[in-house]
T-cell receptor
């Protein structure tokens, strides 16, 4: 089944404790992206990647890191999480040149 | 800076009552405008891509249209299963760079009552 998977789905952590949210897709998509969704602010793009080893900033990259060492994986790293990073995070992927993005199920992160 | 504004924020319809959702955008040059549907607790699901003014796309009871400043999502004779949040997004044509940057609107919450 074609899908984008994210882990974990739910995470409660404390300020400053490094964490990684994984994202994996099985559709051989070149393009992958991370978004956060907050009430009243909608979906905002954090980082995106056009292919392996190619990443670029979205609208809200501060406090986040990403890496793209393999085509299927695009982890989101929070080196020192803060409460303002409490949010619902979505990973998405698509073929380059085709804007039909497939979204993962979301990761709900709470930073205390 | 690219901007996307959707209206109304929420829309309540009776089953069969047709209506339209609006997406106004400001972008330096439009590469594409996208519509997504999002059900509660799930990730967005792709509906349409529109590339140029005058273009229209249809899928079941939904039809998306595009002008130089806005897009409409027309819903004809909606059913309760059409209840969802509808998201609009734009991708700027940044001279070949920043292809992957997308800007989303805040969405319209549609509720269709039986």
């Amino acid at each position: 089944e074609a899908q984008v998977t994210q882990n974990p789905r739910y995470l409660i952590t404390v300020t400053g404790k490094k964490l990684t949210v994984t994202c994996s897709q099985n559709m051989n998509h070149e393009y992958m992206s991370w978004y956060r969704q907050d009430p009243g602010l909608g979906l905002r793009q954090i980082y995106y990647s056009m292919n392996v080893e190619v990443t670029d900033k979205g609208d809200v990259p501060e406090g986040y890191k990403v890496s793209r060492k393999e085509k299927r994986n695009f982890p989101l790293i929070l080196e020192s999480p803060s409460p303002n990073q409490t949010s619902l995070y979505f990973c998405a992927s698509s073929f380059v040149g085709n804007n039909e993005q497939f979204f993962g199920p979301g990761t709900r992160l709470t930073v205390l | 800076e690219d901007q996307v504004t959707q209206s109304p924020e929420a829309l309540r319809l009776q089953e069969g009552e047709s209506s339209s959702l609006n997406c106004s955008y400001t972008v330096s040059g439009l590469r594409g405008l996208f519509w997504y549907r999002q059900d509660p607790g799930k990730g967005p699901e792709f509906l349409f891509t529109l590339y140029s003014a005058g273009e229209e796309k249809e899928k079941e009871r939904l039809k998306a249209t595009l002008t130089k400043k806005e897009s409409f999502l027309h819903i004809t004779a909606p059913k309760p299963e059409d209840s969802a949040t509808y998201l609009c997004a734009v991708q700027a044509d940044a001279g070949g760079t920043s292809y992957g940057k997308l800007t989303f609107g805040q969405g319209t919450i549609l509720t269709v009552h039986p």
